[in-house]
């Protein structure tokens, strides 16, 4: 089955230390994009990649780095530069037409800041 | 600037009654998309319908409805004897001329048996 895989589901983090995510999705789709999600404020976009070896700033890319090598992966690293890292991760990613793409979601992954 | 506004942050109601989820949008795009997504406990974000600037015709599937109304900019989804299973957040997206899609803060919908 096509889908998105992200990984670790859980994870937990000591100040100061970087973490990454994990994004492999399988369905050959042009696009990818990082989102946050916090209680009571949505999706923040953080990090979206039209083709490999190109991404671009979201609006809360601060703290954050990603990288496109291989169209299927799209990694994010969280770094000790993000103050209040601790929250709700979700990759999706898009094949590109006409404008018209649904974004297909993996199931997240929750980072915790101890 | 694009903008979703889903100014109802949380609602309940008692199975089988309706409940309509509000999406007020901004863009200045003539051409755009909007989108509602299903957030249940498990976290992932189900699609559950497009729709394009150009084509204002109200979409129903089974015990959902659309209604989507340039007029007033806006993009209304109504559930029909609501069932505990729809229990869950709910997400209005918009998309312009951009890559960026534009997502509402999410409205939770609570239905108690």
């Known amino acids: 089955d096509g889908g998105i895989t992200q990984s670790p589901k859980y994870l937990f983090r000591k100040e100061g230390q970087n973490v990454t995510l994990s994004c492999e999705q399988n369905l050959n789709h042009d696009a990818m994009y990082w989102y946050r999600q916090d209680p009571g404020q949505g999706l923040r976009l953080i990090y979206y990649s039209q083709i490999v070896n190109d991404f671009q700033k979201g609006d809360i890319a601060e703290g954050y780095s990603v990288s496109r090598e291989k169209k299927e992966s799209f990694p994010l690293t969280v770094t000790s530069a993000q103050k209040n890292p601790t929250a709700f991760y979700l990759c999706?990613?898009?094949?590109?037409?006409?404008?018209?793409?649904?974004?297909?979601f993996g199931a997240g992954s929750r980072l915790t800041v101890l | 600037a694009q903008k979703v506004t889903q100014a109802q942050t949380e609602i309940s109601v008692v199975e089988k009654e309706d409940v309509t989820l509000d999406c007020v949008y901004e863009?200045?795009?003539?051409?755009?998309?909007l989108f509602w997504y299903k957030q249940p406990p498990s976290g992932e974000l189900v699609f559950l319908i497009r729709?394009?600037?150009?084509?204002?015709q109200n979409e129903i599937s089974g015990r959902y409805s659309w209604n989507f109304q340039k007029s007033t900019s806006s993009f209304n989804f109504t559930i029909t004897a609501s069932q505990v299973v729809d229990s869950a957040v709910y997400f209005c997206a918009l998309k312009g001329g951009t890559y960026k899609y534009i997502f509402g803060t999410g409205t939770r919908l609570k239905v108690l048996a």
């Open positions: 729709r394009n600037s150009f084509d204002e």
């Open positions: 999706a990613s898009a094949i590109y037409y006409s404008g018209a793409n649904v974004l297909t």
């Open positions: 863009t200045r795009d003539t051409t755009y998309y």
